[in-house]
């Protein structure tokens, strides 16, 4: 990330801001709490755009650092199901090691920050969506969505890592715990395996 002279911007900086805006979303965040998180003055923020300008270098990180991750990860997927159980494989690793960013995502699809248009626009909504949309739609019934099959599996995910699930012992697992992660892992591998029971096309 840089500022508006081409300077590069404080790593830490832009850490803080993702951070406060996964968990408390744009609008709950004001510039006092930037500052205080990155450990510079509120005004040192004007600099970077102030809030808005950080909330849209915070998505435009996490977009990137997604996106880059997942391409890798497409380039090497087979064809047919096996595709998107791998897709959705590395989503889920991913995931879990960069909860915050899946965080940015779920703010963003709950409203937050709703005055400030077209960011579905520049970031695609899901990272590679309309790349994994391909895949899915030459093994899924033709009466289903490709697009929001996947928009399904991935909100399936993104609650997953930052909230968990209550199990039916009555306990909340997370994804720190490497079992609970096998288990969502291992439903979204027959879930996307039933919805392939069909000839490919």
């Not at 409203?111 to 895949?135: C, H, T, Y």
Request: with cysteine.
């Amino acid at each position: 990330m840089t500022e508006d002279d081409g300077r590069p911007m404080d790593d830490g900086l832009i850490a803080a801001a993702i951070r406060l805006f996964s968990d408390l979303g744009y609008d709950t965040v004001d510039t006092d709490m930037l500052a205080g998180a990155s450990g510079m003055s509120a005004d040192a923020l004007t600099q970077y755009g102030g809030k808005r300008g950080l909330y849209e270098a915070a998505f435009d990180y996490a977009a990137k650092a997604c996106q880059e991750y997942m391409e890798a990860a497409l380039a090497r997927a087979p064809q047919g199901p096996e595709s998107a159980i791998l897709l959705f494989d590395e989503y889920l690793n991913y995931s879990v090691a960069n909860p915050q960013i899946a965080g940015l995502w779920m703010q963003r699809w709950m409203s937050d920050a709703s005055d400030i248009p077209n960011m579905e626009k520049r970031f695609g909504g899901v990272p590679v969506l309309q790349q994994w949309s391909g895949r899915l739609d030459k093994v899924i019934p033709e009466d289903m969505d490709s697009a929001m099959t996947v928009r399904m599996l991935v909100w399936m995910i993104h609650n997953f890592v930052r909230g968990g699930f209550v199990g039916i012992d009555g306990h909340r697992h997370t994804a720190e715990e490497p079992q609970a992660v096998e288990q969502l892992r291992d439903h979204l591998h027959k879930t996307i395996t039933n919805l392939a029971r069909r000839p490919e096309r």
